[in-house]
Every structure is written in structure tokens, then in C-alpha cells.
């Protein structure tokens, strides 16, 4: 079992930044794929960006140029370093552990999620 914590969560205007932090209780070296996800009251969770454990990304087409996932194995801690932030990125923000990958929606490990707020 692994647990995840988020932080980094908040409110900011449009156009600012955050940046999300997700530390986890053991270490993830042998954790293949770690993402963070967004979820929207009435809407499914969905996957904005994912990293291997050999550091390749992938990123919803949505944050393309403006979010930028990274992970720390030393520190077990993965980011989330969002940017140029608008109003519809509001959401909640899911770590998430997949210990061979993830999908759009599935993991195997999630945390309990921090509110991200852009204010127009």
C-alpha cells in the first residue's frame, strides 16, 4: 500500500500560478507511472498528466505548454507545476500511482485530492 498526500492547492487569479506537490508514504522508484488528475462536480476524474519512472510525460491536450509534471524518487514526491492558470482548470486535483501504468481514469493508488480555484 502506498498513501499519497497532496498539497499545494488554492485559490488564484487567472493567469497566475500553483504549484501541487504529492508525497508519498514509501518509495515510489518502484512506481512506473505517477499523474495527477482533475475532477469537475458532475464529471468523471479525468488524467492531465503522467510521468514514467524513466521521466517520460504525457499531457491532456487542455494543459499542453502550461503544466509541467515532474517527479523527485529520492524524495518520493512527485509536482505539478501549473502556469498560466484560467478559470476552467478549476477543479480538484488527484495524485495518482500506477505501479505499471495508468489510464485515462484508472490507478492504483490515489490520494485525497487539494481544490484548485481560478478566479476570473
Known amino acids: 500500500q502506498v498513501q499519497l498526500v497532496e498539497s499545494g492547492g488554492g485559490l488564484v487569479q487567472t493567469g497566475g500560478s500553483l504549484r501541487l506537490s504529492c508525497a508519498a508514504s514509501k518509495s515510489i522508484f518502484s512506481i512506473n507511472a505517477m499523474g495527477w488528475y482533475c475532477q469537475t462536480p458532475g464529471k468523471e476524474r479525468e488524467l492531465v498528466a503522467s510521468?514514467?519512472?524513466?521521466?517520460?510525460?504525457n499531457y491532456a491536450d487542455s494543459v499542453k505548454g502550461r503544466f509541467t509534471i515532474s517527479r523527485d524518487n529520492a524524495k518520493s514526491t512527485v509536482y505539478l507545476q501549473m502556469n498560466s492558470l484560467k478559470p476552467e482548470d478549476t477543479a480538484v486535483y488527484y495524485c495518482a500511482a500506477g505501479l505499471r501504468y495508468l489510464t485515462s481514469r484508472k490507478a492504483d493508488y490515489w490520494g485525497q485530492g487539494t481544490q484548485v480555484t481560478v478566479s476570473s
Open positions: 510521468i514514467t519512472r524513466g521521466g517520460s510525460t
